[in-house]
């Protein structure tokens, strides 16, 4: 952790006051929140304070991701930043008669922190809040992203206004470099000297790009600052635009991402409207254009050689580099690709200098990464902490730990390009070089926790369909090298596993990254290769014993009630589909091993913990054997 | 995440989907997107105005703007938005992004499956209903999710999917002619 960080000015989780100097209800309409019902609790506020006829006092506003998505639908009240996580439509009556009306903040509705049991009122005393350093996510969850004002209001657009004003490109492009900033996008490459580059590339038409194109299954971070701070995008691009000499931009997102497309495409308007964005963009004599380009489905669209073939309107086919696109990029111009959180970081770091972001950070990666946080942890969500940060703190002091009191297993980083780095490696620092050397990367920046219950071999599996679906069929050892890899492993979960299936599954593994032409193909085996280097005895218990340790591949585990436990209270022959589970009342009931098609949903429904899961032949039998005698 | 088939006569549904198709809206649409530099965006157009991209509307398009139709589903059967086969009035999408696949979301598609009587990235015969896996929708952590048209819906269980499931099944038969008459 630095200690000499900059003052906690602009990297602590806040709330803005409404524009007007209202007391403010900020509503998380982030995905998670929204997905929990968010939208609704926003309207019955909005109905209660109007009955309570507090609308000229308070202000209802939506905000986006506030970050602690498993605590969601929540909102924030203004005064003291009070943290009411989640809501159900009957809490908001008494959040607006006795905290917005009356003045008492309703205890009962607080957020408990696990550790301690205690209640805490206000956001920036949560633990998981705490733990973090916001650069990227400064604005996000605080501001509205609807409206300029508030993002001017925090000092959006001044860190433009001082680049374009006051600095000349070459020192613009001098401070990137030496803050250290590099591509959030996963690879890492260091973005001063990428804008150098493009910079120094001849020709008077230039291009720059951002990569919204944020595809990993379990990441969710550039969508949070897409359609939470969508000018911190905008504003780090028009600087960008200045530093490299390029007039003329794209946002590509992907089009699983509507809202981000709308925030981005209100955010465009406004600012061009103001006058910060366009011809003579904040009075200056530099023009810049921005258009929005939506995706159509491609995860391979993510690597920038097919994402630019994707803007001219083509497949979204990877090509050979060189030439790199800083020197024949879109429509064969020089152009510039950087990803979301990249670009945000830029006004940051303009307006505070590179010293400060340097400030945060190890010796070779400096600043802050925002992770999403998924999986089976406590606190699921979005978290930015400083580079070199270890896994330990990332998973246990932001994370809060594995959900259910159960046992670390494994963390996944990365998505399909990355690894499983398991218990033995959480002391790892969390920038590129250390996560490498696990075999994982820093990739994207989603991590999803496994616990006992997550199979590994299943998890290789689920990323290889994932690649292997995602190939665009170009280059041989990734069209075919995934689906022969992926065919294996479908071999060893369904316990059709062969001596040898491991070997072969190394000796491919290694080939295809060697030989693919893009990074799609080139990290696709990584997810394998670390499964089988740091969990290799599932993989042979698979394979030998026919059994899955996590009791999580449906072809090896049988359902089976125990008679001891069970009292026949008949809820799972009730909750059976296929008629399966059967008995009499007050009897112990029996799962019939031919109809059962392992749904689990009579294991869910027991109150006895009577449904046994069981995997291996010999344990299977015992099982089966049992519920008859 | 099984893609929709692309081959125009798949589906199940009419032999040669798009014949009855109005197709006057295609030469409005080459008119505001330019064919040549924009054509992914004037798919998304064309499928949004027809729901789907029969050939009708395709060998429209290649007319208009002369680009050959081999190119265009090209594009069609490249990006994993365009679809050749009319979908349904109800449109289910199971997230199978990490998390929900740790979650279970492959028992959430299972259940809705069985109960809706549609394979995963198919349309019933009847059309009411069409069933998706897709990638990462971003709210890990309500994981699993799903989305039955504008209806989001977190925390799932088999069990609470198929509830969801009956209960549209229930509207749909109303709907149909407001009879009980299964």
């Known amino acids: 952790?630095?200690?000499?960080?900059?003052?906690?000015?602009?990297?602590?989780?806040?709330?803005?006051?409404?524009?007007?100097?209202?007391?403010?209800?900020?509503?998380?309409?982030?995905?998670?929140?929204?997905?929990?019902?968010?939208?609704?609790?926003?309207?019955?506020?909005?109905?209660?304070i109007a009955e309570a006829g507090l609308q000229d006092q308070v202000e209802v506003s939506i905000i986006g991701c506030h970050g602690l998505c498993s605590q969601g639908p929540l909102a924030v009240v203004s005064d003291g930043d009070t943290y009411y996580p989640r809501l159900k439509i009957k809490d908001v009556e008494a959040v607006v008669t006795e905290h917005l009306a009356g003045g008492t903040v309703v205890e009962k509705l607080l957020y408990t922190d696990p550790a301690s049991g205690e209640r805490i009122a206000c956001a920036h005393d949560i633990p998981f809040y705490k733990a973090q350093d916001r650069i990227a996510l400064r604005d996000v969850g605080v501001i509205n992203p609807e409206n300029l004002d508030e993002y001017l209001a925090r000092g959006g657009y001044e860190a433009a206004r001082k680049a374009l004003t006051t600095m000349s490109p070459e020192q613009i492009r001098e401070e990137v470099l030496a803050s250290g900033l590099r591509g959030r996008g996963g690879a890492g490459f260091p973005t001063g000297m990428k804008w150098k580059f493009a910079a120094a590339s001849p020709g008077d038409v230039k291009y720059i790009i951002c990569n919204g194109d944020e595809g990993d299954p379990g990441a969710f971070m550039d969508a949070s600052i897409m359609d939470g701070d969508p000018h911190a995008v905008l504003e780090g691009m028009l600087i960008g635009s200045y530093a490299i000499g390029a007039h003329d931009g794209y946002i590509y997102v992907r089009a699983e991402y509507p809202l981000a497309v709308r925030r981005l495409r209100m955010a465009i308007a406004a600012a061009e409207e103001r006058g910060l964005l366009g011809d003579d963009a904040l009075g200056s004599d530099w023009s810049f254009h921005l258009k929005i380009k939506e995706g159509a489905g491609a995860f391979v669209c993510g690597e920038e050689t097919a994402l630019i073939a994707s803007i001219e309107g083509k497949r979204g086919m990877p090509r050979t580099r060189p030439p790199f696109p800083a020197v024949s990029g879109l429509w064969g111009k020089p152009t510039n690709i950087n990803n979301v959180e990249t670009w945000a970081n830029v006004p940051w770091i303009i307006a505070h200098g590179a010293a400060a972001y340097a400030a945060y950070g190890n010796e070779k990666c400096k600043g802050t990464k925002a992770f999403s946080l998924a999986g089976k942890i406590v606190n699921g969500g979005l978290a930015e902490v400083p580079m070199g940060s270890t896994l330990r703190?990332?998973?246990?002091?932001?994370?809060?730990g594995i959900k259910d009191g159960k046992k670390f297993k494994a963390v996944q980083l990365g998505g399909p390009s990355g690894g499983c780095v398991p218990a033995s490696l959480l002391d790892t620092p969390v920038d590129y070089e250390s996560l490498a050397a696990t075999g994982a990367i820093v990739g994207s920046g989603g991590m999803v926790v496994a616990d006992d219950t997550t199979c590994m071999v299943d998890l290789a599996k689920y990323f290889l369909q994932f690649t292997q679906n995602e190939s665009c069929g170009k280059c041989v050892p990734c069209r075919l090298g995934t689906k022969r890899m992926l065919e294996i492993l479908q071999r060893i979960t369904a316990g059709d596993g062969e001596e040898g299936d491991i070997e072969r599954l190394e000796s491919m593994a290694l080939n295809i990254k060697k030989t693919s032409l893009c990074g799609l193909g080139q990290t696709a085996p990584n997810p394998v290769l670390t499964t089988i280097r740091y969990f290799r005895d599932e993989y042979e218990a698979h394979i030998f014993d026919r059994r899955c340790p996590a009791l999580a591949c449906e072809a090896l585990v049988a359902y089976a009630i125990d008679p001891e436990a069970c009292t026949g209270c008949m809820l799972c022959a009730r909750k059976c589909p296929v008629d399966a589970a059967t008995g009499e009342k007050k009897q112990p009931h029996t799962i019939d091993q031919s109809l059962c098609i392992r749904c689990d949903a009579c294991r869910a429904a027991c109150k006895f913990d009577a449904v046994k899961v069981v995997s291996g032949p010999a344990e299977i039998e015992a099982a089966v054997h049992a519920q008859h005698t | 995440m099984p893609r929709r088939e692309a081959t125009p006569a798949a589906g199940g549904?009419?032999?040669?989907?798009?014949?009855?198709?109005?197709?006057?809206?295609?030469?409005v649409i080459v008119r505001e997107i330019d064919p040549h530099g924009n054509l992914i965006a004037l798919l998304q157009r064309a499928q949004e105005v027809y729901g789907y991209l029969p050939e009708s509307v395709v060998d429209e398009i290649a007319r208009l703007s002369g680009i050959r139709a081999s190119r265009i589903y090209g594009i069609i059967t490249f990006y994993a938005q365009f679809t050749t086969v009319p979908t349904g009035r109800h449109k289910c999408f199971v997230c199978h992004g990490t998390a929900c696949h740790v979650a279970g979301a492959t028992r959430i598609t299972e259940a809705l499956e069985q109960e809706l009587g549609v394979a995963d990235g198919e349309t019933r015969a009847d059309r009411e209903f069409s069933l998706d896996s897709v990638a990462c929708m971003g709210a890990c952590s309500q994981a699993p999710v799903m989305r039955v048209d504008a209806e989001t819906y977190g925390n799932l269980t088999a069990d609470a999917t198929r509830k969801i499931a009956r209960e549209l099944l229930e509207t749909v038969a109303a709907a149909q002619g407001g009879g009980s008459d299964a």
Do not use: N, W, Y
Request: glycine content about 12%.
């Open chain 1, 1 to 48: 952790m630095p200690e000499a960080a900059v003052s906690a000015e602009g990297v602590k989780v806040g709330v803005s006051q409404s524009p007007d100097g209202r007391r403010r209800v900020s509503v998380c309409a982030g995905t998670a929140c929204v997905f929990a019902g968010s939208l609704k609790i926003k309207d019955e506020f909005e109905t209660r």
């Open chain 1, 393 to 400: 703190h990332v998973i246990f002091d932001v994370g809060g």
């Open chain 2, 13 to 27: 549904a009419a032999a040669t989907p798009g014949d009855d198709l109005d197709l006057s809206q295609v030469a």
